[in-house]
């Protein structure tokens, strides 16, 4: 239940990571072989946002990744404004507000009863805009923001716009061409079922075509391999937006997560998440728990948050007497159940939390 979080260890992860290993081992280095992996990995992570693998780039953290789309931004002229959702995770905030240091001037966009509609950006975005950072599904409780509706309105006033994905990937149908977004960016760990250490970046290749990231590196040349130590060229692709050398191992595990989630299709699994969404939604209202934002599960991703008095204390109450992985998260408890799970696992959680509250 803590897909929010840590996604659990599957067959197929563990056997990529034992697949690196052994070749680590076997041949004691095959670059060659490591870096076309990280190439398979790109491409995963493409086919599940409906982007092609050149417009992808790989971090090792969303935050690092945000930290490379911002000081691509030039805020010393006519565009020093950055619009940022009450909702984004701490950390996106916090690269943002670093900017400020570079002439950057953050605007907030308020959440308002743990929701936040598209409208609360007006005002906020203006024609001094150079890029509104929203997340797509709301770390706290799930909610998920309408960015199409974001992203028309940063267009509006020639604004960019900075998706994070990392709450709704594997979990939701996300399609950038689509939603109309400039930036997205997840990491591996949650819905998508890897392991931290590794996060991806898509650029629309229009912006990446007139970005120049200052935090960078070899891999975001060219020719990586042209160790030419007085030539900064940047690559054609995505992949100027790479900087050292790849966290491999990671990317063998990511890779093996998103193929699973492929192969059964974001469709699908959405379809059933849905269910098991309005499962723990109606099932909470039955047992008398307060819910932390919106009770529309098509507004939501696969977490549902309920507010309780100590979130830690009932996250350990539910794993140690329920034999539940839930997820504490300041003032509520997630439930955030993925593809595998069942009805009769929902069932668990909801009375191992009704449990832990008594
Ligand atoms: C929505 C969202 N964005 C970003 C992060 C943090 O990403 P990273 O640690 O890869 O910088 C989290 C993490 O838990 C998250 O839920």
Wanted: include cysteine; charge should be negative.
């Amino acid at each position: 239940m803590n897909n929010c979080s840590q996604a659990p260890q599957t067959d197929s992860t563990r056997a990529a990571a034992e697949r690196y290993l052994e070749s680590w081992n076997t041949s004691g280095m095959d670059w060659d072989a490591w870096i076309a992996e990280v190439a398979l990995a790109k491409r995963e992570f493409a086919t599940l946002i409906n982007a092609s693998p050149d417009d992808i780039a790989v971090f090792s953290s969303v935050s690092e990744a945000t930290s490379a789309v911002a000081s691509a931004l030039d805020f010393s002229g006519g565009r020093r404004r950055v619009v940022v959702s009450e909702a984004e995770f701490p950390s996106i905030g916090q690269v943002w507000l670093a900017q400020e240091s570079r002439g950057a001037q953050v605007a907030w966009a308020p959440v308002s009863g743990g929701t936040i509609e598209a409208e609360a950006y007006d005002g906020v975005i203006d024609d001094q805009t150079a890029i509104v950072s929203a997340c797509h599904g709301y770390y706290l409780n799930g909610y998920l923001q309408d960015t199409a509706a974001i992203a028309a309105r940063a267009h509006a006033h020639g604004a960019l716009l900075y998706l994070d994905a990392y709450q709704t990937l594997g979990a939701v149908p996300v399609d950038v061409q689509a939603l109309g977004v400039d930036f997205l960016a997840s990491g591996n760990l949650k819905f998508l079922m890897g392991v931290p250490g590794i996060a991806f970046l898509y650029v629309r290749r229009e912006v990446a075509a007139r970005l120049h990231p200052t935090v960078t590196g070899w891999f975001g040349r060219s020719d990586p391999f042209a160790f030419n130590v007085k030539q900064l060229d940047w690559s054609a692709s995505a992949s100027r937006f790479d900087s050292g050398t790849p966290p491999v191992i990671n990317a063998y595990i990511a890779r093996a997560g998103m193929e699973i989630l492929n192969k059964i299709g974001i469709a699908n699994i959405y379809a059933w998440n849905q269910i098991l969404t309005h499962r723990v939604i109606d099932g909470g209202r039955d047992r008398g728990f307060t819910l932390h934002g919106a009770s529309d599960a098509t507004r939501k991703t696969t977490s549902t948050a309920f507010v309780v008095a100590d979130s830690h204390a009932i996250e350990a109450h539910m794993r140690v007497h329920g034999g539940i992985i839930a997820s504490a998260r300041g003032p509520v408890i997630r439930l955030a159940p993925h593809f595998y799970s069942t009805i009769e696992d929902v069932d668990r959680a909801l009375d191992a939390l009704g449990a832990a509250l008594a």
